[in-house]
């Protein structure tokens, strides 16, 4: 069960939680528009936007899609909504900070197979292979939630990120972090995310 004095300060946080989805959707709503092709003036700019959305989203963008969705999904459903046990015995901005710090470690292997299968098997593969790099994307994200969970709650990284927030320099500003860090850390994976996608092995940029 959460504890009650945390209901304050969560609730502060909830509402600041679209401000992660904000700072993803400005990063690819620039991508798009720097895919966008500027010399077809048959075009409106919504209709040029929208076909440069696409073809983001089925190239350099899959990735960084895939990873965002399951791992959106899974980060709300821990943070706000999951109160029993060792899990609802942190305020959120413990978890918020928690988990998202240690995302940069666990989304690493998401990231590394988006760099080193996407061109052969999405890119350049079949449908087949598309929807098995989709599929392994997916899978590869849940199964490091798992681990990061592990890591955060059950190796006590939870705790200690508690006692940093709530010590005598940080109590004050504490929903504050919570609430900056996973824009943060957002911003970073989505660029490394990215490039990914653009930097092919040696082995797959000749197919």
């Not at 060792?86 to 990231?111: D, H, N, Q, W």
């Not at 939630?145 to 005598?168: C, D, P, T």
């Amino acid at each position: 069960m959460v504890p009650a004095y945390c209901k304050s300060d969560d609730a502060d946080l909830a509402r600041w939680t679209v401000l992660r989805y904000l700072i993803v959707g400005a990063i690819v709503a620039y991508r798009v528009c720097l895919k966008m092709d500027r010399n077809d003036h048959a075009s409106s700019l919504p209709k040029r936007f929208i076909k440069a959305g696409c073809d983001f989203a089925n190239s350099e963008g899959i990735g960084l899609l895939i990873y965002f969705f399951a791992s959106a999904v899974m980060d709300n459903i821990f943070i706000f909504f999951h109160s029993s046990g060792e899990y609802g015995s942190y305020c959120g901005y413990v978890k918020m900070v928690a988990l998202y710090s240690m995302a940069m470690v666990t989304f690493l292997p998401t990231c590394f197979f988006a760099y080193r299968f996407q061109s052969k098997l999405y890119d350049h593969g079949s449908a087949g292979s598309k929807v098995l790099f989709v599929i392994a994307t997916v899978l590869i994200s849940m199964i490091f939630f798992e681990v990061r969970l592990l890591m955060v709650y059950k190796l006590g990284y939870a705790n200690w990120i508690k006692k940093l927030l709530l010590s005598q320099s940080l109590t004050n500003y504490k929903v504050a972090i919570a609430i900056m860090v996973p824009p943060v850390v957002d911003a970073l994976q989505s660029g490394l995310l990215i490039l990914s996608s653009q930097v092919y092995p040696d082995d797959f940029k000749e197919i």
